[in-house]
């Protein structure tokens, strides 16, 4: 299965303020997710990262807030912008590719917000 | 309505003692995949086991099984011979439709904790 490098492991940052998560992978692959899990709570989908396209994001969330790129097939990016104490958040990116019925998730981004 | 219902927040079993965590789930569609994932306080999502909506046989997996009673809609899963390291946050979580690509849809998850 893919192996995913996602950056910054965990961060801490001031509100009013934007981070950029990276995700990486060692393969090419189909489709690439990105999802919150809020402290103690599941995971929720954010939007779904086509290559070469606009994000498709679910209810709740917009690209204005969560701006995603995916330039190529082994590469994605989730900012989280103009941050407040409610995004607090651990940030998983996942992936999905055609080799297994199986899905592979990053080690995930814990942000704070102070 | 809730897709994936995971009634149980928090489990504890003891070491060496079978333990199973309950899911049930809501689709109109004939075609789906259920999927087990465990969360321990790292946060990494570690893959456990897959069911496909039309297969046949239950889900196995070393100390893992996936209990599939279609008619009820539950997937629970198993785990045999429970270990310390075993604790950990456990979701399930389930892919809609044929198409193996569309996103997961998560529970809220159990806890279990593994005692001595």
């Known amino acids: 299965s893919a192996v995913i490098s996602q950056k910054p492991s965990r961060d801490i940052c001031q509100r009013g303020t934007s981070l950029t998560i990276q995700c990486q992978v060692d393969?090419?692959?189909?489709?690439m997710f990105w999802y919150r899990q809020q402290p103690g709570q599941s995971l929720t989908l954010i939007a779904t990262?086509?290559?070469?396209?606009?994000?498709?994001?679910e209810s709740g969330f917009v690209i204005d807030k969560f701006p995603i790129s995916r330039p190529n097939l082994t590469f994605s990016t989730l900012t989280v912008s103009n941050m407040s104490p409610e995004d607090s958040s651990i940030y998983l990116c996942s992936v999905w590719g055609q080799e297994s019925y199986g899905y592979t998730f990053g080690s995930g981004t814990r942000l704070t917000v102070v | 309505a809730q897709k994936i219902t995971q009634t149980q927040p928090g489990m504890f079993v003891q070491e060496k003692e079978a333990v199973t965590l309950d899911c049930t789930y809501d689709t109109s569609d004939p075609s789906y995949g259920l999927f087990w994932y465990k969360q321990p306080s790292s946060g990494e999502m570690i893959f456990l086991i897959y069911?496909?909506?039309?297969?046949?046989q239950n889900a196995t997996e070393g100390r893992y099984s996936l209990n599939f009673q279609k008619a009820r809609k539950s997937a629970n899963l198993v785990i045999s011979a429970s270990q310390l390291g075993d604790s950990a946050m456990y979701f399930c979580a389930m892919r809609e439709g044929e198409w193996a690509g569309t996103a997961l849809i998560f529970g809220k998850g159990t806890t279990l904790s593994v005692s001595s």
């Open positions: 393969s090419q692959v189909t489709m």
């Open positions: 069911q496909g909506s039309y297969d046949q």
């Open positions: 990262a086509n290559q070469g396209s606009e994000a498709t994001y």
